[in-house]
């Protein structure tokens, strides 16, 4: 487990423990640089364990020192953006359904 690890997965499951659990398709949360100097390595350590259950962690958007992070169920949300009617409305705010990855972070 890398330094912080044990603070950092206690803001995870905090945050998102309905989407650990598999009862919601994903959470965002916020995280401040400063408290985890080595987030990235973090991310990569979380994203290998969680990955055997389907879950990501991904940053969404890094402004200063704060890093929004989404942690989401691949499958779930591809069984939600293959809906015609939810890819209809979101179509209207320039959003591509060509990879998961590029609608997120439009």
Excluded: W
Aim: charged share 20%; with cysteine.
């Amino acid at each position: 487990m890398p330094i912080n690890g044990y603070y950092f997965q206690d803001k995870l499951v905090f945050h998102s423990a309905l989407t650990l659990a598999h009862m919601k398709t994903a959470n965002l949360f916020r995280i401040n640089k400063n408290d985890f100097s080595n987030y990235e390595e973090c991310l990569a350590y979380f994203n290998e364990r969680l990955l055997e259950f389907g879950l990501y962690i991904s940053i969404l958007k890094e402004q200063g020192q704060n890093l929004l992070l989404y942690v989401y169920s691949k499958n779930r949300l591809d069984h939600i953006l293959s809906h015609s009617s939810i890819q209809e409305f979101l179509y209207q705010y320039g959003y591509s359904f060509d990879n998961i990855y590029e609608t997120l972070f439009h």
